[in-house]
């Protein structure tokens, strides 16, 4: 077991207004991993997006109290939600490479789950059948109808 410290000085707050006295912050992380200390750090401020991964399985997908009693149902169930938001989150990440997709404020490094499934998994649609061809229209009032059909074309063509 050993110790691995952080220590941070910071002479300006959030809005960079200047600080008379310096504020200092020592982190200590108790560890037993053989990581170098440096890669201990960052692991440690990457956990919360770690936590941020796991918030979205919880509350995006529903999935905040398991459905049965039983083990082997409960690990079913996980497994299949796992699988689901993998799948999602693939989904998500092809929607951010389309050039058509509607434009956000900020730049993003990944869509939320609920995003991806609120503006791309529930789209609005029609499904016809016309000469033994099954055609998906999808109204053009509808922003990510582009990004649908690039992610669409993504996967149906690989």
């Known amino acids: ?18 600080l008379l006295v310096p504020d200092i912050e020592c982190n200590t992380i108790w560890t037993n991993l053989g990581w170098s200390d440096d890669d ?6 990457a956990h ?8 979205e399985i919880k509350t995006d997908m529903d999935v905040e109290r398991l ?11 996980l ?15 092809e929607s951010l490479k389309s050039k058509r997709a509607p ?3 900020h730049p993003v490094k990944r869509r939320r789950i609920r995003t991806v499934i609120g503006n791309l998994i ?9 000469g033994r061809r099954i055609a998906l229209a999808i ?3 509808n922003v990510w109808r582009h990004a649908f059909m690039d992610v669409y074309n993504r996967f149906a063509l690989a």
């Open 139 to 141: 109204g053009c009032s």
């Open 67 to 77: 459905p049965s009693g039983k083990f082997d149902t409960n690990e079913l169930v």
């Open 1 to 18: 077991m050993r110790i691995v410290y952080e220590v941070i000085e910071r002479t300006t707050d959030k809005n960079d207004q200047f």
């Open 40 to 45: 201990i750090i960052k692991g440690y401020h």
């Open 122 to 130: 529930q789209i609005a649609g029609h499904v016809t059948t016309h």
């Open 103 to 105: 434009k956000t404020k």
């Open 79 to 93: 497994e299949l939600t796992v699988l689901a938001y993998n799948i999602l989150r693939l989904i998500g990440q």
């Open 48 to 55: 919360g997006e770690c936590e941020q991964f796991h918030s």
